[in-house]
């Protein structure tokens, strides 16, 4: 398990102190705006109507990135999720359309104009789910005091200023604070929530519907997930590069070795994104026609709902197929054998050029399965378990892996911070000893 070391030293670097203090006071500014709610809403009505009707539909994963404030109707309420869906979908465009592909690979300008589509992109998708989420709200009985266009309008133009803003916070901490700033969003969104999961846990030991033993394997499989997290998300299969030797002049080039990392891992949560959307929809759509169809709602929800034996199948087998999908996209075995052929490299024991390329492709082939399974297991663990323990469970697959990778990425660059100006590493195991250390 990885261990924390030298704690303190992170306070002793100027830098490292400014990017973790702008950090949390962005945090905080998105905790305050999560909790201003939009205009004409009942929102004592509103939380107990997304406790009892939303498990598993697609305005449930929405409040999975906006850490909750959905449940309020806040102004921040889209949170990260356009940005997050508008990069994503410019992600593919840039593989799948050439003049998107060739402007990404024309450096500092390339880039500032791919994340300016994306702006716009964000805009676009946060108008639509804006207009659906007021929509949704606005169907339901006794949530709105005064339905009608203005409250529409009012709700959609809130509800998307909110998401450029929260856009434009996540942005404003990749320049000036710590990791990635829309990761690090969605991190502190699911992590102000523990101390209600905590305090939610408590009330069902006091009132007997927990015993000690049932809390211990709860802490017990919550600290097993972890690790497996850890341990999953750090695995790599390390591919050995040779490169040739040049004589330029009197001098001798190359001749070194290297390696190209393959993650066990490498779409991220990508898939659990696609599949959660994919099959949130018809439970959505059930909830904007129960007042009228209340049979249809029952029977999507006894079909998709999150619990149900046909989610989590058909959830397991579209995150296996977007992993393998996502992967074959954003990962081209052709380009990087030429690239690797045109550095002078060569894979020991394998002749460059489509050698290499089938080579990668068997690779990420072999790879690939155990990490869609991994994925594949971790969004329906917490189901299987909350089923067979017939205990609830406070955590979620996709939450866990959000927040663990977002915690390894952060302490990776703070201890790359702390090794730079010579200071002890922040993780102990296998790291070097900087000159100051204390």
Same mark, same amino acid.
């Given at each position: 398990?990885?261990?924390?070391?030298?704690?303190?030293?992170?306070? &002793?670097?100027?830098?490292?102190?400014?990017k973790?203090?702008?950090?949390?006071?962005?945090?905080?500014?998105?905790?305050?705006?999560?909790?201003?709610?939009?205009?004409?809403?009942?929102?004592? /009505?509103?939380?107990?109507?997304?406790?009892?009707?939303? /498990?598993?539909?697609? &305005?449930?994963?929405?409040?999975? $990135?906006?850490?909750?404030?959905?449940?309020?109707?806040?102004i921040f309420?889209?949170?990260?999720?356009?940005?997050? +869906?508008?990069?994503?979908?410019?992600?593919? &465009?840039?593989?799948?359309?050439?003049s998107?592909?060739?402007?990404?690979?024309?450096?500092?300008?390339?880039?500032?104009?791919?994340?300016?589509?994306?702006?716009?992109?964000?805009?676009?998708? /946060?108008?639509?789910?804006?207009?659906?989420?007021?929509?949704?709200?606005?169907?339901?009985?006794?949530?709105?005091?005064?339905?009608g266009?203005?409250?529409?309008?009012?709700?959609?133009?809130?509800?998307?200023v909110?998401?450029?803003f929260?856009?434009?916070?996540?942005?404003? #901490?990749? /320049?000036?604070?710590?990791?990635?700033?829309?990761?690090?969003?969605?991190?502190?969104? #699911?992590?102000?929530?523990?101390?209600?999961a905590? $305090?939610?846990?408590?009330?069902?030991?006091?009132?007997?519907?927990?015993s000690?033993?049932?809390?211990?394997?709860? #802490?017990?499989?919550?600290?097993?997930?972890?690790?497996? !997290?850890?341990?999953?998300?750090?695995?790599?299969?390390?591919?050995?590069?040779?490169?040739?030797?040049?004589?330029?002049?009197?001098?001798?080039?190359?001749?070194?070795?290297?390696?190209?990392?393959?993650?066990?891992?490498?779409?991220?949560?990508?898939?659990?994104?696609?599949?959660?959307?994919?099959?949130?929809?018809?439970?959505?759509?059930?909830?904007?026609?129960?007042?009228?169809?209340?049979?249809v709602?029952?029977?999507?929800?006894?079909?998709?709902?999150?619990?149900?034996?046909?989610?989590?199948?058909?959830?397991g087998?579209?995150?296996?197929?977007?992993?393998? $999908?996502?992967?074959?996209?954003?990962?081209?075995?052709?380009?990087?054998?030429?690239?690797?052929?045109? +550095?002078?490299? $060569?894979?020991?024991?394998?002749?460059?050029?489509?050698?290499?390329?089938?080579?990668?492709?068997?690779?990420?082939?072999?790879?690939?399965?155990?990490?869609a399974?991994?994925?594949?297991?971790?969004? @329906?663990?917490?189901?299987? !378990?909350?089923?067979?323990?017939?205990?609830?469970?406070?955590?979620?697959?996709?939450?866990?892996?959000?927040?663990?990778?977002?915690?390894?990425?952060?302490?990776?660059? @703070?201890? +790359?911070?702390?090794?730079?100006?010579?200071?002890?590493?922040?993780?102990? +195991?296998?790291?070097?000893?900087?000159?100051?250390?204390?």
């Amino acid at each position: 398990m990885v261990q924390l070391h030298n704690f303190k030293n992170i306070f &002793l670097v100027a830098e490292l102190r400014k990017k973790l203090t702008f950090t949390l006071i962005i945090f905080a500014v998105f905790r305050f705006g999560s909790h201003i709610t939009v205009p004409g809403v009942d929102i004592s /009505a509103l939380y107990n109507m997304f406790d009892k009707s939303l /498990a598993g539909g697609f &305005l449930s994963y929405l409040d999975l $990135f906006s850490g909750g404030a959905l449940r309020y109707f806040s102004i921040f309420s889209l949170a990260v999720s356009p940005y997050i +869906s508008a990069s994503i979908m410019i992600q593919l &465009l840039t593989i799948m359309v050439p003049s998107l592909e060739a402007l990404s690979k024309e450096g500092e300008y390339g880039r500032s104009v791919i994340n300016q589509y994306t702006r716009y992109l964000t805009l676009g998708i /946060a108008l639509v789910q804006a207009v659906g989420i007021a929509a949704y709200v606005e169907h339901q009985p006794g949530l709105v005091n005064n339905p009608g266009w203005s409250f529409r309008l009012t709700a959609v133009l809130i509800l998307s200023v909110g998401s450029l803003f929260v856009m434009w916070l996540g942005e404003q #901490i990749n /320049a000036h604070g710590l990791g990635n700033g829309s990761s690090m969003i969605i991190f502190a969104g #699911i992590v102000v929530n523990l101390p209600a999961a905590i $305090f939610r846990l408590w009330e069902n030991y006091q009132i007997g519907q927990a015993s000690i033993l049932m809390i211990a394997l709860l #802490i017990i499989i919550l600290l097993g997930t972890i690790a497996c !997290i850890i341990f999953l998300e750090r695995g790599e299969r390390k591919v050995p590069v040779q490169y040739a030797k040049r004589v330029v002049g009197h001098k001798v080039y190359g001749g070194q070795s290297s390696y190209i990392p393959l993650k066990i891992n490498p779409a991220g949560v990508v898939p659990v994104i696609f599949s959660s959307a994919i099959l949130g929809m018809p439970v959505t759509i059930a909830g904007l026609v129960a007042t009228r169809w209340p049979a249809v709602n029952s029977i999507v929800l006894d079909w998709f709902g999150r619990e149900s034996l046909m989610y989590n199948v058909l959830n397991g087998c579209l995150i296996v197929f977007f992993t393998y $999908f996502y992967t074959a996209i954003i990962f081209n075995p052709v380009e990087l054998a030429e690239n690797i052929r045109k +550095s002078g490299g $060569f894979i020991p024991g394998i002749r460059p050029g489509k050698r290499t390329a089938d080579f990668f492709d068997y690779l990420l082939t072999r790879i690939g399965f155990p990490g869609a399974m991994y994925l594949a297991t971790l969004a @329906i663990f917490p189901s299987v !378990i909350k089923n067979f323990i017939s205990f609830p469970v406070f955590f979620s697959g996709v939450s866990l892996l959000i927040v663990v990778g977002v915690a390894l990425d952060a302490s990776a660059q @703070i201890e +790359s911070h702390l090794i730079e100006r010579r200071y002890d590493g922040f993780l102990s +195991s296998g790291r070097l000893r900087g000159r100051y250390a204390r």
